[in-house]
């Protein structure tokens, strides 16, 4: 009966944010806002003790996951282009500053416009760009942030264990954490 309390109370913690493999969390916001106002309202969300930020996707594994997470698209995530230079870089988190290293641009993006581009992502898993003022839902993430880096979250490892967490997009691995 204990592990049942635990595993309802854990399956309801996925709802409110959703836990990866890699330790960080993430949710969509349930209204739409500029890529500025999104910037500045996911650094406002909390989530057990850590702070958000719109979501920074650094590898193949990631955005699967959150292609899963997202219901609705596409929806902000904290990349953007300032200059139309084609130099894309992370607005927020623990990668801010720096460059795209992965990326999942739809074939038909448009990178032509006269204005700054900011990135948004699709349920399919593709990349998009859109004018920054244009107004979508966002992706947040959140992380433990130590040394501007993300600290690993264990919590996520016992999910795993319980093998309760396909039900609410947890990212199931046989390789070790």
Known sequence: MRIVDVVFHLVILCFDAVPTRNGHWYNVSTSSSSFGTALTSASQ??????????AT??????????????????????GRELRHDGNWTWANGPEQGQAFVYTAWEQSVNFTNSQPDCAYANSSGSWGAQICTNTLPYVIEYCV?????????????FIRALNVCSRCLFLHHSDAV
């Open 45 to 54: 969300f909390m989530y057990n003790g850590m702070t958000g930020y719109l």
């Open 57 to 78: 996707i650094t590898s193949a594994e990631e955005n699967a996951f959150t292609s899963l997470v997202l219901s609705t698209a596409p929806a902000w995530i904290g």
């Open 145 to 157: 942030i130590v040394n501007s880096t993300c600290a690993r979250m264990f919590m996520h490892v």
